[in-house]
Nanobody
Framework: VQLQACGGGLVQDGDSLRLSCAFGRTIIANTRGWFRQAPGKEREFVAGISRSGNTEYTDSVKGRFTISRDNAKNTVLLQMSSLKPEDTAVYYC????????????????WGQGTYVTVSS
């Protein structure tokens, strides 16, 4: 497995959760992103971080989610706070070359999803 995401679970409205994604050494694409897909909806960009540490977020998570990376461990984290029921989705980590992109089609590598369910 080249990308391994974990950390999902069932939480309540307002709770926090931290997702992590471990990238295998064969993944040299250095821009990392988190996406999510809710039932019946398309996969959407959540957050991304470039090799240099530049970050981008979708508007709905700004101020609540924080993406970070540990290059020594080749992992990317997504700290999620003040979770809302509308954050419920399968969360995926991904990697690509170049700058952060919001279109999932521009990512070359994908991990399996981890489920996040936020109850009201």
């Amino acid at each position: 497995v080249q990308l391994q995401a974990c950390g999902g679970g069932l939480v309540q409205d307002g709770d926090s959760l931290r997702l992590s994604c471990a990238f295998g050494r064969t993944i040299i694409a250095n821009t990392r992103g988190w996406f999510r897909q809710a039932p019946g909806k398309e996969r959407e960009f959540v957050a991304g971080i470039s090799r240099s540490g530049n970050t981008e977020y979708t508007d709905s998570v700004k101020g609540r989610f924080t993406i970070s990376r540990d290059n020594a461990k080749n992992t990317v984290l997504l700290q999620m706070s003040s979770l809302k029921p509308e954050d419920t989705a399968v969360y995926y980590c991904a990697a690509r070359f170049g700058v952060v992109a919001r279109n999932p089609d521009e990512y070359d590598y994908w991990g399996q999803g981890t489920y996040v369910t936020v109850s009201s």
